[in-house]
């Protein structure tokens, strides 16, 4: 098996965060070798795939939006939201020290620069759980990019293409790494097997014939493979039993190579695992009719009007309405023993606050399409929406609320559905229409929503009966958990090297985005923020890719 020519850095995984590891070490005039298992058409990873949300601080957008908000702020929300408890956090507290004030600081005049832009509406996601100092954002930080995920991607990608040209970067695709090349104690290198040629397209599931070996040597191996949402049974393995018992049901928000296999390499190399029970699935999942990986699911981005019911029937307590909590959804639902929930709408609740994550889901946004846009400030939903409306098996649209009902009992394949206490629960909400206040926590929260000119805007629907035909059809859609991200990783310092279990770093080796945690190997701690996953990529790149070109 023949050695090749040693490059100064080989980063396996072809997203985001290595993308812009190699961007800056094309920067620094370094040689770089990029090694991915999946085709060339997957380049760009998950990240391709994103809506595009990026956290920000302080920004011109929120403040064109009326919005207030500070690094303090920021820290504040941060803290309650990630629940650092454990000696592992150490590294992880000083990552979300120095990503917070990226965001506040230099994050924006740094994508503006590479020509990122913004949708000028921010939104507000995860509203967080009731309390000042608990989980959530105080004010809209969801930066949307221009261009979606793509968008994010484009100036890195360029970057690092303009590095092949001038002979600075080789991909090796269809390279598949089983084992970190360790002499002395540093890592330096990798071994694997060469795969069969594939024509999968982005996302598709490709061959995992082995047509060769390859080795390369290199002072400097950054993994960047991202996480384990595509293998169930690994996420299964990881479920923590504080979120009841795993679903034995699951959609997958990732594509089946998102299968975790880099972080047990990594770790049986010398680096650290830490916090692998910490992760961020989503409740508000649907199948995808037209699916382009194994059980692909797409999240529905819901704004806070939909009546939330349980397998059963029983309406989901405060705080968890759509939009405001997603890891504490996740436990109450996971505790309830089923794998689905239902939303109850209106169509006038669709138009306005249905949205789909994806930058396929998002043509408008995705392609910069300004005529595209404009459709969403008229009647009608997103043609996206539409689609799965139409075409979808997890949606029943009805006239009446006896027919509705109807449908709902016949997608609850599993268990009894109290249709009658569904029924009591949206009389219930249209008797409290024609009053500005009440007792009800989620009419009160809509309507503080629609406070912030953003979301009267475009995001939430104004307060109506929902058995008034005017608003309707009636709308339920059955919601499946959704997996997508890990929240722990390989644990690193503040430049992206990994570290060993002594606490010092494993000569070499470095991890970025989400196979360290998006930093320090859990960044988020228990809970996100929303819009910090592109963004810890982004700023975990940026630190390894100039940590390695300094030396």
């Known amino acids: 098996m023949a050695r090749n020519i040693e490059p100064d850095a080989i980063i396996v995984g072809a997203g985001l965060s290595g993308l812009v590891a190699a961007a800056e070490l094309v920067d620094a005039g ?3 070798v990029i090694v991915d298992q999946e085709p060339a058409a997957s380049l760009g990873g998950q990240a391709h795939w994103s809506f595009g949300g990026l956290f920000l601080v302080d920004s011109p957008e929120q403040r064109r939006m009326g919005v207030k908000d ?6 504040a929300d941060w803290a309650g939201t990630a629940g650092f408890d454990r000696d592992e956090d150490a590294w992880a507290r000083r990552w979300a020290d120095a990503y917070l004030e990226f965001a506040a600081g230099e994050k924006r005049a740094w994508l503006h620069e590479k020509g990122v832009r913004f949708f000028p509406v921010v939104g507000w996601a995860e509203r967080g759980d009731g309390r000042a100092l608990g989980h959530g954002n105080s004010v809209p930080r969801f930066h949307i990019t221009w261009g979606t995920g793509p968008g994010v991607l484009a100036p890195f990608i360029a970057r690092v293409k303009a590095g092949e040209a001038a002979g600075l970067v080789e991909f090796r695709h269809r390279h598949r790494v089983d084992e970190l090349v360790v002499e002395g104690g540093a ?69 089946a190579h998102v299968d975790g296999r880099m ?84 169509q006038k609740i669709i138009e306005k606050e249905f949205a789909l994550s994806g930058s396929e889901q998002n043509p408008d946004l995705t392609g910069k399409d300004l005529k595209l846009l404009a459709q969403r400030v008229r009647p009608g939903a997103p043609a996206p929406v539409e689609a799965f409306k139409q075409h979808g098996v997890d949606f029943v649209v009805a006239d009446t609320l006896d027919e509705l009902l109807a449908g709902m009992r016949g997608l609850s394949h ?20 024609d009053n500005d206040f009440g007792k009800d926590a989620q009419l009160a929260a809509v309507r503080g929503a629609r406070a912030y000119r953003g979301d009267k805007l475009i995001r939430v629907a104004s307060p109506h009966r929902f058995t ?58 228990y809970r996100a923020l929303e819009g910090t996953f592109l963004g810890g990529c982004l700023f975990t790149g940026r630190s390894a890719g100039r940590a390695i070109a300094a030396g």
């Open 30 to 32: 370094r040689r770089v």
């Open 70 to 75: 500070s690094l303090e702020l920021a820290r």
């Open 187 to 255: 890592v330096v290198g990798v071994r694997g097997a060469v795969l069969a040629e594939d024509p999968a397209g982005r996302g598709e599931p490709s061959n995992r014939d082995v047509a060769g070996e390859f080795e390369l040597l290199a002072p400097a191996v950054v993994v960047a493979s991202g996480g384990i949402g595509g293998n169930h049974e690994l996420v299964r393995r990881m479920w923590p039993a504080r979120m009841g018992a795993a679903p034995d049901g699951m959609l997958s928000g990732v594509p």
């Open 263 to 346: 972080l047990g390499i990594a770790e049986t190399a010398g680096a650290r695992l830490v916090n692998g029970d910490r992760m961020w699935h989503y409740t508000e999942g649907i199948t995808n009719w037209d699916p382009v990986w194994p059980l692909h699911g797409i999240r529905i981005l819901p704004g806070p009007s939909s009546l939330w019911f349980d397998a059963a029937g029983r309406r989901l307590p405060a705080p968890y309405f759509p939009g405001f909590d997603t890891l504490g959804t996740l436990e109450h639902l996971a505790a309830t023993g089923h794998g689905h929930s239902w939303f109850v709408l209106t």
């Open 414 to 433: 599993d268990i009894e559905l109290d249709t009658e206490n569904i029924a009591g629960e949206v009389a219930a909400h249209d008797r409290l229409i």
């Open 468 to 525: 008034d035909p005017a608003n309707g059809p009636l709308i339920a859609v059955k919601l499946h958990i959704l997996t997508r991200k890990s929240l722990g990783g390989l644990q690193t310092d503040l430049s992206s090297r990994a570290l060993g279990a002594n606490g010092e770093p494993v000569p070499g080796l470095y991890a970025v985005g989400e196979a360290a945690g998006f930093g320090g190997g859990g960044v988020h701690g």
